[in-house]
């Protein structure tokens, strides 16, 4: 997979992109991140990447020349013209007005072989951007950003530890928040206890399913007179997964409530949020 961004502060790029996951996953040939000057593109003195707007208003607007130039240079083509063989490849504008960036958004993103990342910035980008370039536009929230490129560094990361192989754990992802890929519900094999089938995590896990992920505790079991839950220490594998999905459910419920409405919950999940709702 290879991931190419445009901005006009290439040198940004240099300290985020290059730890943790997404600098192993560079490393191993995985992903790889080309990093574009739009200034590059200019052809005055002053290298002018922005103007006003027709029509008035405060602020200045990217111009299209740059962009337009750019992916030019790089063979990607108008959206109209992109044929069905180039359907791995797609471009995205980081916008406010755009498309909220979700964890489901993520995991349709991997899909493509190639992720042009259009960083915009000042009052934002001429509008033929969006209009003849840009198959969507994404926002990372509902606020503001001075620019994209901090849009544009965590959606590598969020893509990025999906690809298969950036994870040393590959069930890791399916048991972090939101995540909607895989069932929440485990399998338990009798006589297998605590092991996978091959596409579940162990039966003391759950999978997130959509929801917040569950709590976690590590060693000390007992830290300045607070102690780890009894029921994570008792060795029952089925009954930590019901108390981690749980709890899971509470704080979905307590943080999250809309996400409810958007899982696909089982009837070990609705019995659980009965119970929640019975204490509260």
């Known amino acids: 997979m290879k991931f190419e961004i445009l901005t006009i502060f290439p040198d940004f790029f240099r300290g985020p992109l290059d730890y943790g996951i997404v600098r192993r996953a560079r490393a191993a040939g995985l992903i790889e991140i080309a990093i574009h000057d739009l200034r590059a593109f200019t052809h005055d003195r002053h290298r002018t990447v922005d103007d006003r707007p027709f029509g008035g208003g405060e602020g200045m607007v990217l111009k299209p020349e740059p962009i337009f130039e750019c ?96 994870l040393g754990n590959a069930a890791s992802a399916r048991q972090e928040s939101f995540t909607t890929q895989g069932s929440p519900q485990i399998s338990q094999r009798q006589g297998n206890v605590g092991q996978t089938n091959g596409k579940e995590p162990p039966s003391s896990t759950c999978g997130s399913g959509g929801l917040l992920d569950y709590p976690h505790y590590t060693r ?61």
């Open 71 to 166: 992916l030019d240079a790089m063979a990607v083509l108008p959206r109209s013209g992109r044929l069905p063989s180039r359907a791995r490849e797609t471009v995205i504008l980081l916008s406010p007005q755009g498309r909220l960036f979700t964890q489901r958004v993520a995991q349709d993103m991997v899909q493509h072989e190639r992720i042009v990342l259009i960083c915009g910035r000042y009052e934002g980008v001429d509008e033929r951007v969006s209009e003849f370039l840009a198959d969507r536009e994404i926002s990372v929230g509902d606020f503001v950003l001075s620019g994209g490129e901090l849009g544009a560094a965590i959606i590598v990361d969020a893509v990025a530890r999906l690809v298969p192989g950036a």
């Open 220 to 280: 000390p079991a007992e830290f300045r007179g607070m102690t780890v839950p009894e029921m994570l220490l008792n060795g029952n594998h089925d009954e930590i997964r019901r108390w981690r999905r749980r709890k899971a459910l509470e704080k979905t419920l307590a943080n999250r409530p809309d996400l409810l409405s958007e899982t696909e919950l089982s009837k070990e999940d609705r019995e659980l949020l009965e119970e929640i709702e019975g204490l509260n």
